[in-house]
């Protein structure tokens, strides 16, 4: 199986080619902003570089959040409109659950994971294995609340790093489509307000 695996949640805009056992392209920069116009051309160039043709891709993993609502959308959109006339699935994984897998592979292993979202904030969430504990779908609150989940679980903390598509991507290899669609898990509502104050309803 041969996967495609993007993020652009964050700074980073980064494309991995996988099979079972082998990268086959890895393409990673720190851009900070303009993941749209790179994207492409990033996938294109790690086609060139694994040596395939669009049409061998057997599945895509996309990193899910958080994120803002344009940087995370620029993978989202990508990856379906890739997907959709092959016939292909999307799988989306977020950071969180990709970070507890790297942090703690372990099935039995708990672990809290949470990643820094700016203003004081950040998204957290209690996995045993690749599951979030029940009551514990990751949600925004501070590093205390954080914390003290960890203090209750008796769990380790795990703060969210670059996202390693080459992982991603791996990981995807045995999970459902089903179980794991690609849904935006965006960092906060949006900010901009509609005539008299009231905010825009998430998508």
């Keep these: 199986m041969i996967v495609l695996g993007l993020d652009t949640t964050g700074p980073d805009c980064s494309v991995s080619i996988v099979d079972e056992a082998t990268v086959l392209a890895h393409i990673s920069e720190n851009i900070g902003r303009g993941h749209a116009e790179v994207l492409a051309g990033m996938v294109t160039e ?56 790297q942090s703690a592979p372990e099935q039995d292993k708990t672990t809290v994971v949470l990643k820094d979202i700016r203003r004081n904030e950040v998204m957290f969430a209690t996995y045993s294995g690749f599951n979030c504990l029940s009551g514990s779908s990751p949600r925004t609150g501070t590093k205390s609340d954080a ?13 969210v790093g670059t996202i390693d598509t080459r992982i991603l991507a791996w990981l995807a290899i045995n999970l459902n489509p089903a179980d794991y669609p690609p849904e935006p898990l965006y960092s906060r509502g949006p900010d901009a307000k509609l005539p008299g104050g009231a905010s825009p309803r998430k998508a």
């Design 46 to 101: 790690a086609f060139e570089a694994a040596g395939l043709a669009p049409h061998a891709i057997d599945r895509l993993a996309v990193c899910t959040g958080p994120g803002s609502f344009t940087g995370l959308r620029v993978a989202l959109s990508f990856a379906i409109g890739f997907a959709m006339p092959r016939e292909v699935p999307v799988i989306g994984i977020n950071a969180l659950t990709l970070a507890s897998q």
């Design 147 to 159: 914390r003290q989940e960890a203090e209750h679980f008796r769990a380790p903390m795990t703060e």
